[in-house]
Structure formats: C-alpha cells, structure tokens
C-alpha cells in the first residue's frame, strides 16, 4: 500500500465475533498496535488502526493475530415443537421489515405466499422456501458495485451468488413473519478462504437457526449428485453450521466503528479490510488482503 509521508490512514479489518458455534476470542498480537477493536458480542466485528507515514517507506503491512474456538452446529428441528415469539421484541423488530437490499415489496410478498399456500407452520414455511430457492433459482456470481437492490434483482432474474440468495430468502422469510438476518464472514478452512454470506431464521425454541441455500444449490448444481440424494443434500445446509465457517457480523449494512467518512467498498458486507486515506475511500484493489491458518481445522 503506498501512501504519502505525514498522511493519515484508518484502516477497518474483519475480526470473529462470538455467538453459538465460535467462541473464546482473543487478539494474540497486531503490529502495529490497533487503536480498537470490538468487544467479542458485538454484531460487526472490526479490528481499527490509524497509521501516519514517516515518509521511510511508502509501503507499509499490517498483520494482526488472533485465536477462538469454532464447533459444528446441528439443529433436531421439529415443526411440532415450534413456539410463538413476540414480534414487538425490539430485538427481532429489525429482522422483519425492509432495509438496505432487502425490500418486502407486493410481488415479492405474492412470491412467498405463492411457495407456502396455506401452510402456517413457521419452520415448514421457511423450509418450503429453502427448496424452492434450489429448484428455481441459478448460482451466478454479480456486480454487487452497481446492483442497488439485491433482492429486487433476485427475484427478477432468478439468479445470485451467496450474498444476493441469502438477501433473496432473508426478504421472502420476513415477508411470511419470519425473522430473518444476513449473516457474514469467511468459509476458511487449509489452504482456502473465501467470502461468504448466509442467511439465519429465527424460530422459537430453537432460537437463530443458519440457512444457506446458495451452497446448497453451489453443490446440488455443481456436484456430480444423483437427483435421489437431492434431498440428503438439502438437508446439509438447513439448521447445520460446519466449523469453516467464521462470522465477522450478524446481519448487513452494519456501520463500522469508529464511523467512516468516505463511501464503502462493499456497502452491506465486510470480508475484506476497508480503507480511508484523508478522508478517501480507497478500494479493494489497492492493498492485498490475506489470511493464514496456523494452527488448528
């Protein structure tokens, strides 16, 4: 990264937050010294530096270690088991109306009820959903830079990659009263790392219950699969969480702390670090953004 002597860069970097698969955070060490980094409960998690060149030397790395515990999770999910919830709870309120990329619009509330006909049972609904996705919709990588409204653009081409999916069956869930977040992060693993959304349903007694039919579809689609193991398939990717999997915020369009002043390189997820130089964005392409496994998988 290069940058003038005497000018200030901020720098916001992805970091695991805690919840029920990854667990015990710690940063072991950063270099330089970060200015802040969030506490491990919260909803986006960011590593901060601020870094004034001396003018030595116009490229400069920052590298920072950490470690947490990540576990797989299953979910036994049984619809005659499901309870009530109170969608007043000011915590779910958020996960059951439009925002930024998800909008509840009439066809797309006519699309869900469409799915579901006149079943009522919350986690059949959302199950309903979850296989139609795979037998409707196309895995297409997107220029998420010029797309304005990704669940828009789901349901009129009918195709998305692991962001724009997980935005399409978060918007159809909340359109049926579902609650439903966007979840982000990394699918890491030895030897790979790739950016990753899914999507979680809330439903009682089970609690946030992760869905991610864009790797179901990935893999029904790109597998060498007989269509009688479809099913078992489906099954892999509906209330299971692997341990690749590591989450760095809870839902999209999420602020960075401390706030940025220039526009976002990626403006509803954070896997790669943003950058400001004097108050500019600086994109992607500008820096090199790596992580390494040291131990552990």
């Known amino acids: 990264?290069?940058?003038?002597?005497?000018?200030?860069?901020?720098?916001?970097?992805?970091?695991?937050?805690?919840?029920?698969?990854?667990?015990?955070?710690?940063?072991?060490?950063?270099?330089?010294?970060?200015?802040?980094?969030?506490?491990?409960?919260?909803?986006?998690?960011?590593?901060?530096?601020?870094?004034?060149?001396?003018?030595?030397?116009?490229?400069?790395?920052?590298?920072?270690?950490?470690?947490?515990?990540?576990?797989?999770?299953?979910?036994?999910?049984?619809?005659?088991?499901?309870?009530?919830?109170?969608?007043?709870?000011?915590?779910?309120?958020?996960?059951?109306?439009?925002?930024?990329?998800?909008?509840?619009?009439?066809?797309?509330?006519?699309?869900?009820?469409?799915i579901v006909k006149d079943e009522k049972n919350p986690l059949a609904r959302a199950m309903m959903i979850y296989v139609w996705m795979t037998d409707n919709l196309i895995y297409s990588f997107l220029p998420h830079e010029i797309i304005e409204d990704e669940s828009e653009y789901v349901l009129r081409t009918r195709k998305g990659d692991c962001g724009a999916q997980s935005i399409f069956y978060a918007a159809l869930c909340r359109a049926l009263g579902i609650p439903a977040r966007v979840s982000g992060g990394w699918h890491l693993g030895p030897g790979f790392r790739l950016n990753h959304l899914w999507t979680e349903i809330y439903i009682p007694p089970y609690g946030w219950v992760p869905v991610d039919s864009s790797e179901a579809l990935h893999q029904i689609g790109g597998g060498d699969f007989d269509e009688k193991d479809w099913p078992k398939l489906l099954k892999l990717f509906f209330g299971v969480f692997n341990r690749y999997h590591v989450c760095i915020h809870n839902n999209i369009n999420l602020p960075l702390i401390p706030p940025k002043t220039s526009e976002r390189s990626f403006d509803y997820a954070f896997h790669m670090a943003e950058k400001e130089y004097e108050d500019v964005n600086l994109p992607f392409r500008d820096s090199l953004f790596e992580v390494e496994i040291i131990k552990g998988f």
């Open 1 to 114: 990264m290069d940058v003038s002597s005497g000018r200030l860069m901020k720098i916001w970097s992805p970091f695991p937050i805690a919840n029920d698969s990854q667990h015990g955070i710690k940063l072991i060490s950063s270099s330089p010294p970060c200015n802040y980094i969030s506490p491990p409960q919260s909803d986006l998690g960011v590593i901060y530096f601020e870094i004034e060149n001396d003018g030595c030397n116009p490229e400069f790395e920052v590298k920072y270690t950490f470690s947490f515990v990540s576990h797989d999770m299953y979910f036994n999910l049984d619809p005659a088991e499901i309870q009530p919830f109170d969608n007043k709870d000011p915590l779910l309120k958020p996960y059951l109306k439009s925002e930024k990329h998800i909008t509840i619009s009439d066809d797309l509330k006519n699309l869900a009820y469409s």
